[in-house]
C-alpha cells in the first residue's frame, strides 16, 4: 500500500467537509466523497477505514478551528468592546468561507447531537468563562452596566450571526437579491450587529 501522503488526505478532508456540509452524516456516501477528492473509494478507506472515523476528524477540524481563533481573541490585551468586534468578525469570515455549516451543525444536532458533544474540542472550549472575565473587568471601569453572563452574550452573538445564514435562501428571495446584493446586505448586517450587541449591554 502507498504512503500516507498529506496532500492526498487534505484533499479527501475538503472533499468530505463539503459532502457532509451537503448531506449530513447519514446522507454522505464515501463514493461521492472519493470521486469528490479525485481518489478510488479503496484509497479513501487507507486514510479513513470508516465513514465515522472521516465524520468525526471533519468535525474536529472545523470546530476547532474555529474554537482556536476565538479563544486567542481573548488572550491578549483588547476590551470587551473589541474582542466583540472581532468574534463577530470571526463569525462572518468563516460563514462567509462555508455558508453550510450553520444548517450542517443545526441538523447535526438535531440529528445525532452525540456527535458533536463528544468532540474533544467542545470539552476545551471554554468562551463563556473568557467574556465572564471580560464583562467583570469592564463593570468594574464602569464601561457597561449591563449584569448578562458570558454564556448569554456569546449565544446573542450567536444568533444574530447565524439567523441570516440558516434563512438566506428566504432572504434573497423576499427582497429579490442576487449573490452581490446578498454579500452586501451581510456585511452591512454585521457593522450592525457589532453596534447593537455593545450598546445592548452598555446599560
Do not use: C
Request: charged share 25%.
Amino acid at each position: 500500500m502507498p504512503k500516507l501522503n498529506q496532500v492526498t488526505k487534505q484533499k479527501i478532508l475538503t472533499a468530505a467537509e463539503t459532502v457532509f456540509h451537503e448531506n449530513g452524516f447519514q446522507g454522505a456516501r464515501t463514493t461521492l466523497i472519493a470521486k469528490r477528492a479525485g481518489v478510488s473509494r479503496p484509497m479513501l478507506h487507507y486514510y479513513y477505514r470508516t465513514k465515522e472515523e472521516l465524520f468525526q476528524e471533519v468535525l474536529q477540524n472545523s470546530f476547532g478551528f474555529f474554537v482556536t481563533h476565538a479563544q486567542d481573541l481573548f488572550s491578549g490585551e483588547n476590551t470587551l468592546r473589541t474582542t466583540i468586534e472581532n468574534l463577530i468578525e470571526l463569525f462572518f469570515r468563516i460563514l462567509e468561507e462555508k455558508p453550510g455549516l450553520a444548517s450542517f451543525f443545526v441538523n447535526l444536532l438535531n440529528e445525532n447531537p452525540a456527535l458533536i458533544t463528544g468532540l474533544k474540542v467542545v470539552e476545551q472550549e471554554h468562551l463563556p468563562r473568557l467574556f465572564d472575565s471580560l464583562l467583570a473587568k469592564a463593570r468594574e471601569q464602569n464601561e457597561i452596566q449591563s449584569t448578562i453572563s458570558g454564556e448569554n452574550l456569546l449565544l446573542n452573538i450567536y444568533g444574530l450571526v447565524v439567523i441570516p445564514y440558516l434563512t438566506a435562501p428566504l432572504i434573497k428571495f423576499k427582497e429579490d437579491r442576487d449573490d452581490a446584493a446578498m454579500r452586501s446586505f451581510l456585511e452591512h448586517r454585521k457593522e450592525q450587529i457589532k453596534e447593537f450587541v455593545w450598546k445592548g449591554i452598555q446599560h
